[in-house]
């Protein structure tokens, strides 16, 4: 029974924003933003409060042993759901949006179908996972990980934080290591709304990002055994300087992305010298190196021409640097049906959209092997995230909510997966 | 009257190196080396040590009001002494030879005159003056400037260390908060023997540096402010990193000595991000930029290609480039007679001698501007200095000693300056 066409249903934008708001009070920050580490009491607070409106607005709720929280309402048939899901974790110094968009827009969505009366064909699950920040516990996208078994939960469980407690422990210590087994949904496709937290968008003057998929990333670290000297009486020829073949290697890892071009991009976002005086040549030096593409034989590609720096750097310098890898994920694709399905209801709605990569990983991109998988971006005030000035302007989240309800609709009313 | 023929005294360098081995025991480190800080408790041990050892000797001592020690011994007549100094306190990971070689040779050539009978025309002193490391309180080469009056001994007296105390406190609790005037002895001339600190003679092969003045000195530090943003979400071009800008800058640091080439030396010893995660571009760095050469004309267009790479830096990666000037020394100059002398001595007696200049500071120049003044350099192993494993051998220390003694001898008998 339907007594709205669904094709003009709308989020009610004040009831997002409100809950927004009222999440972002468990663990508010002096002076803006919020600190609401995973199973944290913060996010005790934040998960009662989300669990009681999931309640509230007539879902099923479940949580499994590793913590994600799922609210499923009802189809008219016992099939599959259509998957929304995000998280409500936050770093230390978070923003209201990031994570906490994506799971209470598919409420205002929830809430949106229940006062329109809206019946979808499938059931619709809407998804909290646990530690997506990874701010407190390793690895990150753990709840989502989880779920999706490309992590298992004994190892999640035992997860450490820096003052030794566990996931397994501070999830029995705030209640929320629950009776249900990871991934006991399996859903027929997954949407996660997100800001972007890049300036593209913005920049761009786009309102909505397609997003195609997930950068591959490349996290490296070396370390520069160079010879300590005295920067005044040591020529320039005898020098063995830990801290300029540093520098040297941070300035190819940009020639490397200019080269490259596309999507790469190339970070030297730590560069620590040892003894660091102003009079003294570095013995040492640390310095990370983070690559990113979204095609994984490019990702390769840079990976070849900084090893190939190193070495080089190594030589002509006359230092040792030994390489240690941080971290390596492989590019995510996005389903292309999913994709398009995105694209073409924003471009419908008049809104102006962009195929993009996403640079940051998100839950979704655990979803991708296993369902057709997408997700929507919209933008990022400045590209600021990870920051109590995050923000996004209430139009342009009504925007995102509304693609992603039209999408989700959409793919409710399919009898089998297609994509 | 003289006993024996001057020319061919030679130094004891069994005295020498129980004398360097006996003040290495007063702040000794575990494994080696030597904590000597300014006016700490090792600092009075290695006072009360020196100053016993001047007064066995014979000679008269005076303690200034900033803690300087010379003894003198007479000559037949009453004239300027012949000055030979150096320090006693180290940095906190010192070696045995930086400094204390100039005062204790000096105490084992009056040694080796004494024990000869050898009286000189001129009175000989021996001066071992305060924190010249400036390692605990600030300025370096604190007693000497006091000395020659480049340094006001009230603003001396107030310099405070880490923990608030100041330098007048400090002397008065180990009691060399002396009676005399500073600069009380004028000199006819200055002699200062100390290790190199640096490569050069090693590498080249050679026993005796005759010192021909101290490099220029420039110290920058640049703040660089950036955006912080997301590693991975923030395309190259959207960029503005204050942490690539500071690789850039000490790229050019280097390029800057290699195309002025001769005695220009570059050094980035300091390299700070903000904040420093291997995914967050950094919103802020520090850097230093330690500029040197003998030449002053040389010096300062080292310093303005450095200003305009900061610029073009700056308006090429849109970030604020801060400068600040943290120390400014002009090159100093020793006296050409003092140089020959030196040198002629070290050639008569058959060593590689070298003329040179010195990278590092030392208390002579502190005399340059006033009385004709020479250094003697002997290799320092490794060029390695300001560190435990500082080291030269005993036949490079007897060398030096007796050049100095030789050059001492010859300007004891001038009646009048000449140089």
Redesign the interface.
């Given at each position: 029974m339907t007594l709205t066409n669904p094709h003009n249903l709308r989020i009610d934008i004040d009831g997002l924003m409100a809950r927004l708001m009222q999440l972002g009070q468990d663990g508010a920050l002096e002076g803006g933003g919020v600190c609401r580490l995973a199973l944290s009491d913060a996010d005790k607070a934040g998960r009662d409060r989300v669990t009681g409106w999931m309640r509230a607005l007539g879902l099923e709720v479940s949580i499994d042993h590793i913590g994600n929280m799922i609210g499923v309402r009802a189809g008219q048939e016992n099939l599959a759901p259509v998957m929304i899901g995000s998280h409500i974790d936050t770093v230390a110094t978070g923003g209201l949006y990031d994570g906490n968009l994506g799971v209470l827009a598919g409420l205002e969505i929830i809430a949106a179908l229940n006062a329109a009366g809206v019946q979808t064909r499938r059931p619709i699950a809407v998804a909290a996972f646990t530690n997506e920040e990874g701010a407190r516990f390793a690895p990150d996208m753990m709840g989502s990980a989880v779920d999706r078994g490309s992590l298992e939960i004994g190892a999640a469980l035992a997860a450490a934080d820096a003052d030794g407690l566990t996931v397994g422990e501070e999830l029995a210590r705030i209640g929320y290591r629950g009776p249900a087994e990871p991934g006991h949904i399996t859903p027929h496709c997954f949407f996660e709304l997100h800001v972007?937290?890049?300036?593209?968008l913005e920049?761009a003057g786009f309102e909505i990002g397609a997003v195609t998929g997930v950068?591959g990333?490349s996290?490296m670290?070396y370390v520069i055994e160079g010879v300590?000297?005295?920067?005044?009486?040591?020529?320039?020829r005898?020098r063995r300087?830990a801290?300029?073949a540093?520098?040297?290697i941070?300035?190819e890892a940009?020639q490397i992305?200019?080269k490259l071009g596309g999507d790469?991009?190339?970070?030297?976002?730590?560069?620590?010298?040892d003894?660091?005086?102003?009079?003294?040549?570095?013995r040492r030096a640390r310095i990370?190196v983070?690559l990113?593409n979204t095609d994984e034989a490019l990702l390769r590609r840079a990976e070849a021409m900084m090893a190939e720096v190193v070495r080089e750097t190594a030589a002509r310098e006359q230092v040792t640097i030994t390489g240690r890898r941080?971290a390596r994920f492989e590019p995510v694709a996005f389903d292309p049906g999913m994709i398009g399905l995105v694209h073409d209801i924003a471009a419908a709605d008049g809104r102006k959209v962009m195929r993009m990569p996403?640079?940051?990983?998100h839950d979704a991109q655990m979803f991708a092997p296993h369902c057709p998988t997408g997700m929507v971006f919209v933008p990022s005030k400045g590209?600021?995230?990870?920051?109590i000035r995050e923000h996004t302007d209430p139009e342009q989240l009504q925007a995102g909510a509304d693609v992603l309800m039209q999408a989700v609709l959409a793919k409710a009313e399919e009898t089998e997966a297609r994509s």
């Open positions: 972007e937290q890049g300036p593209v920049e950068q990333i996290w670290e300590s000297n005295h920067a005044g009486t040591t020529p320039m005898l300087d801290g300029h540093a520098a040297v941070a300035v940009r992305a200019a790469q991009v190339a970070t030297v976002g730590v560069c620590a010298l003894p660091g005086l102003v009079n003294v040549i570095a990370t983070d990113r941080l996403s640079g940051a990983g590209g600021i995230s990870h920051n």
